[in-house]
């Protein structure tokens, strides 16, 4: 059985938004996905894209941007 998941396999957990900054999950989510129902975790996963949008800067959080680890990961 697929499970849908939106992990980038960028997991960093922004400290002031407290969402990944690769998904959009926070860990409360992160850690219950695999037990979620499908129709909760897709209902979840049409908000990501606005919590992404939402990310607090690189600066403001202290730490790397999305962007740049991807660039890493390559």
Do not use: H
């Amino acid at each position: 059985m697929n499970v849908s998941t939106p992990c980038v396999k960028i997991c960093v957990i922004d400290q002031v938004t407290g969402y990944c900054i690769g998904c959009g999950r926070t860990g409360a989510e992160i850690a219950q996905w695999p037990f979620m129902p499908e129709d909760e975790r897709r209902s979840l996963m049409e908000t990501f894209p606005a919590r992404l949008k939402g990310m607090t800067s690189r600066e403001a959080r202290g730490g790397r941007t999305r962007e740049r680890v991807r660039q890493r990961q390559r």
